[in-house]
């Protein structure tokens, strides 16, 4: 048995040769740490044809294939493991996770269920059917499924991950990082518990905790993009933006394909007033995810400060398809129109929405002005009348911007200072009022 897997011509053609004097376990355990599973599955092809009735051999030519990724020919050796034996547990567990791997949630559970009633006190099923549960987001249930795996197996590294992150999807930040906290002391050189720990201290509010375990998630494995998209987005919301900037540059290079990379570096360009970098960063996540509704509006803000009114328009046409009860929206609608010398297609549009609007809001009064803005008595009476301070600030972006068509530059400046203050801080039209005031002021 020593010498079977060297003896053999392709697998030592097939890259660096099995140590000499290592039986076949050993050596397809040397192949793996090399990344050369085809190596070991040759090897343990080999050692079944010599002895075909070795179940250890089959099992372990099972799990090679699973971490190659071979799930049709792991399938085909476990039915024939299961024909000859069909309580087998750890055929039943690999068949699971092939069925998981190919997306048959509703068999992987049965297989699950099925290995439980043979042995109740199997933690890794109770754990592997809590991660089912996890999935079908019944997360009370999940975290259940998990304790009862930990009470067999307090260190089961799946089921304290799991439990984990069933408590954080419950809003349990607390309990969720004190559970991972046992995750990591469990296997404090995996990097997935740190970076899954960084998100309960994240949603309790550590961020400082939450950067020091995505940092060590990063030292542990430095070629995972992920971990320098969620560092980056935690530094980006922190407000660290040079250092947001940074980490995610490096997802990107390392894998283009994280679209939600491209949204975040947009908002950091964004709020660096760097309009086209924002704007190409935002329309290629979208082109990647063109699904995700909530970008319309980022895009259409852009839109507005690059001047294309007519897509503009159009973006907050859509936000506001999304957003049913942001009244604002109509409005910028309104307005796109009219910058674009549209004033009957911005009069036709409020008419069509008008009535979707509440009549005692200041939106309402503020659409029925911009579809006839020959005197502002009565708006303006309206706006001052409001007890809001909010709701009269960002009524007065609109007055401004009515203003500046009208080439009232005075007092469109007066009252973009006032919408771009404080007190409509969050909103749209503060964003929109600063832009326009450094546009008139021509810096």
Known sequence: MASCASSSAPAADAGRPLPEDEDIYTGVAYSLSLGNPEEAIRALEEAQRRDPDSLRTKQLLVDVLLIAGQLDEARSWLDEILQKDPDNQDALYSLALVESAQGRSAEQKELLSRILELNPKNDRAQAALGEVILREKKFAAAEKAFDESLEQNPSNLVALIGKGNAQLRQGKAGDAAQTLTLAVDAQPD???????????????????????????????????????????????????????????????????????????????????????????????????????????????????????WSAAASGFIRAAEVEKNEYAYHLLTALCYKKAGNEKQASDYL?????????????????????????????????????????????????????????????????????????????????????????????
């Open 190 to 308: 995996y990097p997935f518990t740190y970076a899954d720990r960084s998100r309960a201290f994240a949603d309790g509010g550590k961020i400082k905790e939450a950067d020091e375990d995505l940092s060590r998630a990063i030292e542990l494995m430095p070629d995972f993009a992920w971990n320098y998209y969620d560092r980056g987005k935690l530094r980006a919301n922190a407000g660290r933006t040079t250092a947001a900037l940074e980490d995610l540059n490096t997802a990107l290079r390392m894998d283009p394909s994280i679209s939600l990379a491209y949204f975040y570096r947009a908002r950091i360009y964004d709020g660096m007033e760097n309009v086209e970098a924002a704007y190409a960063d935002y329309k290629k996540a979208q082109s990647m995810n063109p699904t995700y509704r909530y970008i319309h509006l980022p895009i259409a803000i852009l839109e507005y400060k690059r001047e294309a």
């Open 351 to 443: 008419g069509k929405i008008l009535g979707s609007l509440p009549r005692e809001n200041l939106f309402y009064h503020m659409a029925r002005y911009y579809m006839q803005p020959t005197s502002d008595i009565f708006i303006l009476q309206q706006i001052n009348a409001e007890k809001n301070r909010i709701q009269r600030a960002r009524m007065l972006f609109y007055m401004a911007a009515q203003y500046t068509l009208q080439n009232k530059s005075s007092l469109a400046l007066k009252y973009f200072a006032e919408a771009a203050g404080e007190e409509t801080r969050g909103h749209i039209e503060n964003r929109l009022a600063a832009w326009d005031q450094k546009k008139i002021e021509g810096k």
